[in-house]
């Protein structure tokens, strides 16, 4: 089983991923830093050389790739739910978890996060802010489309999250179990 954290750059994938993998005792892993690994090259120049769409395309086949993994935390990149194949691959490989939080914290987190507005390519050429509520409404119907589980992510600490990902899940666990057994007694 893969849990795939999804959500908007900023949301806490990157955060939350490794925190969970800890209190699950779970590996982790970030799905730009796999395909920056494998193309030899930062996603800036991906996007640079290959356009989005050959960023796309490497981030679709990385992502199946990585669910072909158990006992995973996968942290994908903000757009990768923008693919229908990776969308399904996801949820069949295990829990989706969506981090939601509104636009203007996301703004706020990404424009005080320097190192990592320096190390990702602007989708539309505006200002963050106008980028974050451009792009939010466009993708969000697919993080919701995607989801298995949904946390509010503006109000807690990623160490809070994490808890509440791990409480969530195990007990969808526990209810699928348990309806299995039923099943398996009729
Ligand atoms: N729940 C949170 N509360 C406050 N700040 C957060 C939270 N989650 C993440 N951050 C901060 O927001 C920035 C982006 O987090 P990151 O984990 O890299 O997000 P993503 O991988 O989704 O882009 C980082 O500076 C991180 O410290
Ligand atoms: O939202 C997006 O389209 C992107 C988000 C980035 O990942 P993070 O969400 O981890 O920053 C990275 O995959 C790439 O720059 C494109
Ligand atoms: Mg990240």
Redesign the pocket.
């Known amino acids: 089983m893969v849990i795939t954290l999804i959500?908007?750059?900023?949301?806490g994938?990157?955060s939350v991923a490794r925190l969970l993998a800890e209190r699950l005792g779970w590996d982790w892993i970030?799905?730009?830093v796999v395909?920056e690994q494998n193309a030899g090259q930062s996603?800036k120049e991906i996007?640079d050389t290959e356009g989005e769409p050959g960023?796309r395309q490497r981030?679709r086949e990385t992502i199946h790739q990585l669910l072909q993994q158990d006992q995973l935390i996968l942290?994908?990149?903000?757009?990768?739910i923008?693919n229908e194949q990776t969308r399904t691959d996801m949820q069949a490989s295990g829990p989706v978890v969506w981090l939601n939080a509104p636009a203007e914290t996301l703004a706020e987190r990404i424009e005080a996060d320097a190192l990592?507005q320096s190390q990702?390519?602007s989708?539309t050429g505006k200002s963050i802010s106008a980028e974050v509520a451009e792009?939010l409404e466009q993708r969000e119907p697919l993080y919701r489309e995607t989801a298995t589980v949904i946390i509010d992510a503006a109000a807690s600490s990623p160490e809070q999250i994490a808890r509440k990902i791990e409480q969530v899940i195990t007990e969808q666990q526990q209810h699928k179990h348990s309806e299995q057994d039923k099943g398996n007694l009729s």
Request: proline share 4%; with cysteine; hydrophobic share 35%.
């Open positions: 959500g908007y750059r900023g949301c994938k990157t970030d799905a730009d395909i996603i996007f960023f981030e942290a994908s990149g903000g757009g990768a923008l990592s990702r390519p989708l792009v």
